[in-house]
């Protein structure tokens, strides 16, 4: 078991690492985390915001210095669940494909296109555990019910819903690419939530994606194709919007983790438990340690 197991539930945030840089937030310890999985994107940043225990991760590193094809979502999921977080506000840049979604506003997503190649590494099991989480409607709803009330306080421009398709990057689409996402309904584009959504399921985290719209991808007529320059003074706006909903959004989310996410893996586990190999119960255990008889 974890040292911090009977500490308080905690507040996940995975976004850019200026984000913990946010009035009111009283820092209190950056934590290195050893994983089965390897290292995760950096040290975790823990402290108090609200009155709540809140722990930051910089998804790319400090720095960006991670391709999202590089990053161990695997790690840095269970560093969090081995920090007692039981939900996560992951903020992340997108692209629009809808002519209505304008860069610096905010999208809450309700769902998630898998376009994404290394679908083996988006699964804490394997290794003689067997489990498939229910993953229907992958974004917590009361999350991202309490993400939409911030917003909309904090007087930012939201659309509530919609669809992220998750492609591999680190290239931005083709053109062909753009229009059949857009043929398809999908709403916004990204490189990095589905496999948070995925292993926050089977994590028992509630999870919601906080997604700032930075471009119109490359299929909007007379507009210059996405780069990474282009957007820049976009995710800067951004980064101050996304730090007003989380002064929002944190002193709503409940105590005490009681919703539908937290209890996931009811029913989701197809091994018996007398046939867990060892290494893997001791691996999975901050996920498991309900299960487990000691």
Not at 34 to 45: H, L, Q, V
Not at 165 to 190: I, K, L
């Amino acid at each position: 078991m974890t040292e911090y197991e009977d500490e308080e539930a905690a507040i996940g945030v995975i976004g850019g690492s200026g984000l913990y840089q946010i009035e009111g937030f009283e820092e209190g310890e950056e934590i290195q985390v050893k994983t089965p999985f390897g290292d995760p994107s950096d040290a975790i940043t823990c402290g108090t915001l609200a009155g709540r225990r809140v722990c930051f991760l910089p998804r790319h590193g400090r720095g960006h210095r991670i391709l999202p094809t590089e990053l161990n979502h695997r790690a840095n999921l269970w560093a969090l669940r081995s920090l007692n977080v039981r939900w996560i506000i992951s903020i992340t840049a997108v692209g629009s494909l809808r002519e209505e979604y304008q860069p610096r506003d905010i999208v809450l997503p309700d769902q998630f296109f898998d376009r994404l190649s290394r679908r083996d590494q988006h699964t804490f099991f394997g290794r003689g555990i067997v489990a498939h989480v229910s993953f229907a409607d992958p974004i917590s709803s009361g999350l991202r019910t309490i993400l939409h009330q911030a917003a909309t306080q904090s007087k930012q421009r939201v659309h509530d819903g919609g669809t992220y398709v998750c492609m591999d990057g680190p290239a931005f689409s083709t053109r062909a690419e753009s229009e059949f996402h857009r043929q398809m309904g999908f709403d916004v584009v990204g490189m990095t939530n589905l496999p948070e959504a995925k292993l926050a399921r089977e994590a028992e985290i509630a999870f919601a994606t906080l997604a700032m719209i930075t471009d119109y991808d490359c299929w909007r007529d007379g507009e210059e194709a996405v780069s990474a320059h282009a957007v820049i003074e976009h995710v800067q706006a951004n980064a101050v919007a996304a730090k007003a909903v989380l002064r929002g959004a944190i002193p709503l989310i409940p105590q005490t983790p009681t919703w539908p996410e937290h209890r996931a893996l009811d029913g989701a586990l197809f091994t018996d438990s007398a046939l867990w190999p060892a290494a893997t119960t001791q691996e999975l255990e901050p996920l498991l340690k309900r299960f487990i008889k000691y």
